[in-house]
């Protein structure tokens, strides 16, 4: 298994993932070889499920490490091998049942040809249709029978029981009042009253050395050069993977964001010291035509690849090196996109090219970043110590 170990190795760090679940992941490709004395390539569908329903009554093991050695399993013949794989509960360990889909595949069709009609990109068509699907699930039925006293009670049941987040009520919400009123031809009076909660969340900041340190940490150069980028722009992850080699104006030093959210394309400064990074990555592929391309099985494909390179190696890349920094900050990919709104207003950018820079529609929505600031926190604490110094306990 030599050979194949190496190459689920590659395959491993090419999609960021922390080198303590790569030695989990191998090891349960080569346990379950060795449970058989065969190569893990030569193993039938029925020997692997045998296998895994072996671990789960056998094995005392829990469910969080069943879940880590399915997981590697599953990438290896799925991804590496390019086999197709049958979801397995991970109670049993035997196959899981196909699933009845209350949500006819021609309503569907229908549903998402309304959508792309009314210019709703790809990823909207999806997540609408989700939260159909989703609900005809909930009732057990076809949405086109569903009536609107089970759309009240299935509301009901996603705020109250299942305590939906204000964003995953209101994606929910777009989707299905979309689907009863064009594609149904449906005015219900509840689409009208249901409205999510509203919150009002400050989202976590960076300070300009922890951004260092982490971006420092990541060790492939392709995920530390797009975590860079999308820092140095202050880009949407989306943004930054979609950037092709023509994008960069070098004369004038800018980045030419195209597609954005809301289709709208937009420029924004580059710094010297990212554009030098940049072309030092490009140089590893050239690629005529994308930054960031796929880099393909073992890793060495990038200069062929038809399409970027995936969102998920690029977060983990991100967790993996949060992690081992040790800040402790519930922090994302998209953190970067806000630390570097803020550190701008901090070294005194006008809010409105903040805004420019950042593709807001309205102001307002920049004008979030001027309560995360520390020297405005700074300035406001020193002027209500000098107000309350007269105070006396």
Same mark, same amino acid.
């Given at each position: 298994?030599?050979?194949?170990?190496?190459? +689920?190795?590659?395959?491993?760090?090419?999609?960021?993932?922390?080198?303590?679940?790569?030695?989990?992941?191998?090891?349960?490709?080569?346990?379950?070889?060795?449970?058989?004395?065969?190569?893990?390539?030569?193993?039938?569908?029925?020997?692997?499920?045998?296998?895994?329903?072996?671990?789960?009554?056998?094995?005392?093991?829990?469910?969080?490490?069943?879940?880590?050695?399915?997981?590697?399993?599953?990438?290896? %013949?799925?991804?590496?091998?390019?086999?197709?794989?049958?979801?397995?509960?991970?109670?049993?360990?035997?196959?899981?049942?196909? &699933?009845?889909?209350?949500?006819?595949?021609?309503? &569907?069709?229908?549903?998402?040809?309304?959508?792309?009609?009314?210019?709703?990109?790809?990823?909207?068509?999806?997540?609408?249709?989700?939260?159909?699907?989703? /609900?005809?699930?909930? +009732?057990?039925?076809?949405?086109?029978?569903?009536?609107?006293?089970?759309? $009240?009670?299935?509301?009901?049941?996603?705020?109250?029981?299942?305590?939906?987040?204000?964003?995953?009520?209101?994606?929910?919400?777009?989707?299905?009042?979309?689907?009863?009123?064009?594609?149904?031809?449906?005015?219900?009076?509840?689409?009208?009253?249901? $409205?999510?909660?509203?919150?009002?969340?400050?989202? +976590?900041?960076?300070?300009?050395?922890?951004?260092?340190?982490?971006?420092?940490?990541? $060790?492939?150069?392709? #995920?530390?050069?797009?975590?860079?980028?999308?820092?140095?722009?202050?880009? &949407?992850?989306?943004?930054? /993977?979609?950037?092709?080699?023509?994008?960069?104006?070098?004369?004038?030093?800018?980045?030419?964001?195209?597609?954005?959210?809301?289709?709208?394309?937009? #420029?924004?400064?580059?710094?010297? =010291?990212?554009?030098?990074?940049?072309?030092?990555?490009?140089?590893?592929?050239?690629?005529?035509?994308?930054?960031?391309?796929?880099?393909?099985?073992?890793?060495?494909?990038?200069?062929?690849?038809?399409?970027?390179?995936?969102?998920?190696?690029?977060?983990? =890349?991100?967790?993996?090196?949060?992690?081992?920094?040790?800040?402790?900050?519930? =922090?994302?990919?998209?953190?970067?996109?806000?630390?570097?709104?803020?550190?701008?207003?901090?070294?005194?950018?006008?809010?409105?090219?903040?805004?420019?820079?950042?593709?807001?529609?309205?102001?307002?929505?920049?004008?979030? %970043?001027?309560? /995360?600031?520390?020297?405005?926190?700074?300035?406001?604490?020193?002027?209500?110590?000098?107000?309350?110094?007269?105070?006396?306990?």
């Amino acid at each position: 298994m030599t050979a194949l170990r190496q190459h +689920v190795i590659e395959l491993l760090q090419s999609r960021g993932i922390s080198r303590h679940t790569q030695t989990t992941y191998v090891r349960a490709v080569r346990q379950l070889a060795e449970f058989y004395n065969l190569s893990p390539d030569r193993l039938s569908d029925e020997q692997i499920q045998h296998y895994l329903h072996y671990l789960h009554q056998e094995k005392p093991l829990t469910d969080g490490t069943i879940t880590l050695l399915l997981c590697g399993i599953k990438l290896f %013949y799925t991804q590496l091998l390019h086999r197709p794989w049958t979801p397995l509960s991970q109670r049993s360990g035997w196959p899981i049942p196909p &699933r009845t889909s209350h949500f006819p595949p021609e309503l &569907r069709q229908r549903f998402i040809e309304d959508l792309q009609l009314q210019g709703l990109s790809a990823r909207t068509q999806h997540a609408y249709a989700r939260a159909v699907r989703q /609900l005809a699930e909930h +009732v057990k039925t076809s949405p086109a029978d569903i009536s609107e006293e089970e759309l $009240r009670q299935y509301f009901l049941h996603v705020k109250n029981v299942r305590h939906w987040a204000r964003a995953s009520m209101t994606q929910a919400l777009c989707g299905i009042k979309r689907f009863f009123e064009q594609t149904l031809r449906r005015e219900w009076h509840i689409l009208d009253v249901i $409205r999510p909660p509203k919150e009002k969340r400050l989202p +976590v900041i960076l300070t300009a050395e922890e951004v260092r340190q982490i971006l420092s940490t990541v $060790r492939l150069l392709r #995920y530390r050069t797009c975590l860079t980028l999308i820092y140095a722009c202050g880009l &949407r992850l989306k943004e930054a /993977l979609h950037v092709q080699v023509p994008d960069i104006d070098k004369a004038r030093m800018l980045l030419h964001v195209r597609l954005g959210k809301g289709g709208k394309d937009r #420029y924004v400064p580059l710094p010297g =010291a990212t554009r030098e990074l940049l072309g030092q990555y490009w140089k590893t592929h050239r690629h005529p035509v994308w930054l960031f391309p796929a880099p393909g099985r073992g890793g060495n494909q990038a200069h062929t690849a038809t399409q970027p390179m995936n969102l998920n190696g690029v977060q983990a =890349a991100f967790r993996a090196a949060l992690k081992e920094t040790g800040i402790n900050k519930k =922090a994302s990919v998209h953190t970067l996109r806000h630390s570097y709104a803020t550190h701008l207003l901090e070294a005194g950018v006008n809010l409105r090219q903040i805004q420019v820079y950042l593709g807001h529609n309205s102001v307002q929505t920049t004008s979030l %970043y001027t309560h /995360l600031t520390s020297i405005s926190n700074t300035q406001a604490c020193e002027a209500i110590t000098e107000l309350m110094k007269d105070l006396q306990a």
